[in-house]
């Protein structure tokens, strides 16, 4: 059973400072998804990365993804209360179409 | 271009009943996965379609079952409801098998409550 630890679950930070989440796994992905959710709907895709070592950037937001792709990361530089929401992480392996979620970190930006 | 709807958005079933969710995903998705989502256990893989064939499946009972039509719209069924199976049923569709690297989009999910 693939597993992805994401840490950490509860983060609350004052606006405009830096934060960075964590995705770990001891199983290899082929690819993996960053998501983020808000309270009664469903999970909003941020970026998906396939390649280990690659970098990507969406405005403020910094993803990596680990060089054996067991890993990556998530970097908010200036966060904004607009950023507050649940950031979840999901792995795909294969050819088979399912993700393996993360437990989610609750990030909350305080004006 | 429209989202992906989950019909219908909250409902109330009694320990026993059955219950049917509804998905249809983005025009030109033909495959279709579901996950449920609960505080305890975050969101699991239920099943996914493709081309009206299960490609995969999680790991949960029988009582849950799905299928998908020609027209690539989705559902779900659970039988013989319990209480641990209130949860956010999530819908979510992808234009294709394989293409990893575009990710899925999902619906705003089925509030199930069980009584």
């Known amino acids: 059973t693939q597993l992805l630890e994401q840490s950490p679950q509860f983060l609350s930070i004052q606006e405009g400072e830096n934060l960075t989440v964590y995705c770990n796994s001891s199983?290899?992905?082929?690819?993996l998804q960053w998501y983020r959710q808000e309270p009664g709907e469903g999970p909003v895709l941020l970026v998906t990365v396939v390649t280990g070592g690659e970098v990507k950037k969406l405005k403020r937001l910094t993803f990596q993804f680990g060089d054996a792709r067991k890993d990556s990361s998530l970097h908010i530089t200036a966060a904004q209360t607009g950023d507050t929401g649940l950031y979840l992480c999901a792995g795909e392996s294969g050819s088979a179409r399912q993700l393996t979620f993360g437990s989610g970190t609750q990030l909350t930006v305080l004006p | 271009k429209a989202g992906v709807t989950q019909t219908p958005r909250y409902l109330i079933k009694t320990r026993g009943q059955q219950v049917t969710l509804s998905c249809s995903p983005i025009?030109?998705?033909?495959?279709v996965s579901w996950y449920q989502q609960t505080p305890g256990q975050g969101l699991q893989f239920l099943f996914e379609y493709f081309s009206e064939t299960q490609r995969n499946k999680g790991n949960f009972p029988g009582r849950f079952s799905g299928r998908q039509f020609s027209n690539s719209r989705s559902e779900m069924n659970v039988s013989t409801l319990e209480l641990g199976d209130s949860a956010l049923y999530l819908c979510a569709s992808s234009p294709w098998l394989g293409g990893q690297d575009y990710g899925y989009t999902f619906g705003s999910g089925t509030r199930l409550t069980v009584v």
């Open positions: 025009s030109g998705h033909r495959s």
């Open positions: 199983s290899v992905f082929s690819s």
